[in-house]
């Protein structure tokens, strides 16, 4: 699946008032209107284009194609995750989480699963900060899962075999620390809710609409991730 994954996520702020707000990871925060569409504000605002489905250089936030050229697809395959972290703006509950994908699907019956984890990497804390060396030369470290056909790995201890984390920072750089799982508790998902994935389409996946609220603080890092649905050996590709 060649594609491009942008998350967006809608906020309810809950205190006294029932404000909604669209937010990106690069630290855009929209108030949306009573009605307002999310999709609409995101291409007003030129969160995102849905026009697009190829990179060009034409960027308003984040990694311009210009500084950071693409070095090619972006492909995931059976049991591959995508993931991408936020700091709340506001406490209250996730209405709803958007993901452009442009380019083709291939996941099998088309499907992603989705889950939001407590986040344990935030600014700060992680790779790039104090005696951790940035990305890309970093390599953080998995959970052992005996079962996984493939690499006999797991990104969360609730998938592996093994609930002990595994760092392999120091294969890259002998005198780092041992490092720490990425996420924490889970916070929604259940292990794992499958979603229908449309291709060179904004996907969404609304959490208030199956009653299962995803609550987070003012401050919170949480993680979003979508695993992508396929067998060992299926040759399913995103």
Known sequence: MKKLLLFLIVINYQLFTQDRYLVSPYGDVVPLKKGESAIDVAKRTRLVSLNASVCTNIATFGFTPDLYPPTGAHISCHQDLFAQWFVSPAGGTIDTVFWLHTGTVGAQDSLVYLRIHKSNIYPGHGPGYGEYPAPPTICWGYYINTNDLDGGVAAFPE??????????????????????????????????????????????????????????NVGDPFFFTLRVNGQHAAGTCG
């Not at 592996?160 to 920072?169: G, K, Q, R, V």
């Not at 799982?181 to 996907?203: D, K, Q, Y």
């Open 159 to 216: 998938d592996a075999t093994d609930p002990e984390w595994f760092s392999t920072i120091q294969v890259s750089d002998t005198s780092a620390p041992p490092t720490f799982p990425p996420t924490g508790a889970e916070i929604w998902g259940l292990g794992g809710f499958p979603v229908s994935v449309h291709a060179n389409s904004m996907n969404f996946a609304a959490m208030q609409d199956i009653g299962i609220p995803a609550s987070v």
